[in-house]
């Protein structure tokens, strides 16, 4: 599997629960249980800020420090960048 550091990907809510249209995953590649990696577990329906509006909305209370938002791509890669520092 390729090594993908940081992905950006569209907020299947629009931004309605993490505040931005874009969301950035680092270490998208990296495991998050012992059946996902991260990027799986966020595209994922069942859970997290791709699963129901609970889920969602229960996610982006807490986020971990490996995602972030913005309004546009770039947005959301500064605010990722600002958060790993």
Known sequence: ???YRVVI????YSGIYSGGD????????????AT???LDF????GAGPSGSDTDAGRFWLDPPPWISFGNTP?????KLRNSLK
Do not use: K
Not at 9 to 12: L, N, Y
Not at 74 to 78: N, R, Y
């Open 1 to 3: 599997m390729p090594d």
């Open 9 to 12: 990907i569209q907020d299947r």
């Open 22 to 33: 874009w969301l950035a995953v680092a270490c998208a590649t990296d495991e998050f249980d």
């Open 36 to 38: 996902q990696t991260r």
């Open 42 to 45: 966020i595209l994922s329906a």
């Open 74 to 78: 770039d947005e959301a890669l500064s």
